[in-house]
């Protein structure tokens, strides 16, 4: 396994969609390994590959807190999502120092490719959810501060910019 390093924010690539996966081979799993091992080190509950710079469609999740519930995902889609917002304190090691609450459904219906290749659908709730919904933005070219009024994006943008200057 080999640890990643984070694209860093304004880097195009976190604004550009991933492509999806044709099939989950030993270059995807081996991928997820060295993800699992960039997102512990972080630490993290979630990393998608764009944010280290891979543009396919596969992110990991474990937002256990044991950490040992690696859930590996590709060409993840939401089907289905609560009607019921939680706010969850979001951030991204992309723009480091930096953390915005988003609101976001409490569950999710998600449809994805696991480690094995067959096409699964999975009910996640509470930070597991809200980490799949933050991977699955990642992977369509979002970050999380998307989800923020104008003016609290706008804010949190001249932040960073003083930040990481």
């Known amino acids: 396994m080999t640890l990643r390093r984070y694209v860093p924010w304004p880097d195009k690539r976190l604004r550009s969609p991933a492509e999806p996966i044709e099939a989950v081979t030993d270059e995807i799993r081996t991928l997820w390994d060295d993800m699992i091992e960039t997102m512990d080190a972080m630490p993290g509950v979630g990393l998608a590959a764009p944010q280290i710079g891979v543009m396919l469609q596969v992110a990991v999740v474990d937002a256990s807190e044991a950490r040992n519930k690696r859930i590996r995902l590709a060409n993840p889609v939401i089907v289905d999502a609560s009607a019921v917002l939680h706010p969850y304190e979001e951030a991204s090691p992309n723009l480091p120092g930096l953390s915005a609450v988003i609101r ?4 999710v219906k998600v449809r994805f490719l696991d480690e094995t290749g067959a096409e699964v659908e999975r009910d996640f709730v509470g930070l597991e959810a809200v980490s799949v919904q933050h991977q699955i933005d990642h992977l369509a070219g979002k970050m999380y501060f998307d989800n923020l009024s104008k003016t ?5 943008l001249r932040k960073a910019r003083k930040l990481n200057g």
């Open 104 to 107: 976001r459904p409490r569950g």
């Open 152 to 156: 609290k994006r706008d804010m949190l």
